[in-house]
């Protein structure tokens, strides 16, 4: 399996970006596809998951609201649609892959990571 995060880029304040996480390898129908982001010196939090085969999804309370995790099963793409972001929303976003959907936001619980991909936000 091969996880592969782009979109990241430079915005600021209140923009928006849209992130992609492009999946090949297998089939995937009971996995869930999680978002995470990491500032230097800090363990990698949990941003957002979908599941993709139901397509339910999941929030951090710090992104509820303002950031939507969509996807294309035809084109094994998962996408993290951020608004409104804010500087404290700067980070590498890494997008992954656990075997089973259950919901889960610890980072240790997921079996696939891709690239991170560089959000920043000026003020």
């Known amino acids: 399996v091969q996880l592969q995060a782009s979109g990241g880029g430079l915005v600021q304040t209140g923009g928006s970006l849209r992130l992609s996480c492009s999946a090949s390898g297998r089939t995937f129908s009971h996995y869930l596809v999680g978002w995470f982001r990491q500032t230097p010196g800090e363990d990698r939090k949990f941003v957002a998951g979908i599941t993709w085969s139901g397509g339910s999804t999941y929030y951090a309370d710090s992104v509820k609201g303002r950031f939507t995790s969509s996807k294309d099963n035809a084109k094994n793409i998962v996408y993290l649609q951020m608004n409104s972001l804010k500087p404290e929303d700067t980070a590498v976003y890494y997008c992954?892959?656990?075997?089973?959907?259950?919901?889960?936001?610890?980072?240790?619980?997921?079996?696939?990571w891709g690239q991170g991909t560089q959000v920043t936000v000026s003020s």
């Open positions: 992954a892959l656990k075997r089973s959907a259950a919901p889960d936001g610890r980072p240790e619980r997921y079996h696939y």
